[in-house]
């Protein structure tokens, strides 16, 4: 049985106390919500923190607010199952509510949190083991180790960034709100991302992500399609976001109408989401058709480079690429 490391466990009523908190402790400290990525991790060596900083108790992070006229804040402890359930989600952002639902178990989802799903740690089948199986392959560089064994002659951690919710946050140009005892700050979820395994995203230890603000839904409209092997739980090992954009205030397209703005954004295959700029190209200018759907398929197929280090073999999750793109976009017409 894999058990977790001692640890001292504090509980702040209030964000800046619990900004405080970790300022003083330092970086041996962490913040935790729901705890479903850093409990097992813990229990696997994998992040050994000696001051566990729960964010539950602090009612900011619960809240929701607005709706897709105005835009919408979400808490970041706000549960996977709340976000499903959420009618006003639902309605204004039903993409956002779609890709929550895919993460995970019913009760996973009730613990689970949408802060903790965007500040998700990177995964890959030679870190994502038990100390012991780490250790007896002389662990890797993300962890302990000085070799990454997805790409032993590299320097660089090839760890992928496998949450559900980042690709759909980054096609629609969601901003992430940061806290510390410096003040905050806002940051487009776009540039929050870091393209490498072990430093994974543009957040200092010290900060805490209070909420998440999604863009007006004035005339845009996203879809998101998930690759896994397992349909009832697993991480995603592809992960397609389409976002298309009509003129104002349409969110379908008229009979000759044009798409002004398009992206794809890819998940599940990189250490961060991978934007196919050809892909949204592709589609600008022109209306939602078939042949317009095939040419951003085809742009995403030529960019998606997926990493040896996850389930399924990789050139087949190259070619789903492809295919997944052309789901999600015609989800859209």
Known sequence: MMRLPKFEYRTPGTVAEAVRIIGDVGPEAQFVAGGTDLYPNMKRRQQMP????????????????????????????????????????KRDYPVIAAAARTISTPILRNMGTIGGNLLLDTRCNYYDQNYEWRKAINFCLKKDGDV????????????????????????????FRLVSTLGERMIDAAGFYNDDGIDYLKKRPDELLVDIHL????????????????????????????????????????????????????????????????????????????DQIQAAAEAAYVKARPLDNTDFVYQWRKQMARQYTIRALRELM
């Open 215 to 290: 863009p007006p839904t004035n005339g845009w409209r996203a879809s998101y399609q998930k690759l896994r092997r397992r349909g009832a739980f697993d991480f995603p090992v592809l992960g397609v976001a389409a976002y298309v954009k009509y003129g104002k205030g349409q969110t379908t397209a008229p009979a000759n109408g044009a798409i002004t703005d398009a992206k794809i954004v890819l998940g599940g295959i990189a250490p961060s989401p991978v934007q196919v700029a050809d892909a949204g190209q592709a589609l600008i200018g022109k209306s939602l058709t078939d």
């Open 50 to 89: 000696q001051t566990v900083i729960s964010v539950m108790r602090l009612p900011e992070l619960h809240q929701v607010s607005g709706d897709g006229a105005r835009g919408l804040v979400i808490g970041a402890s706000v549960t996977l199952t709340e976000i499903v359930e959420n009618e006003t989600i």
């Open 148 to 175: 990454c064994w997805v790409a032993p002659g590299s320097s660089k951690c090839w760890a992928v960034q496998s949450s559900d919710l980042v690709p759909v946050m980054v096609a629609i140009g969601a901003k």
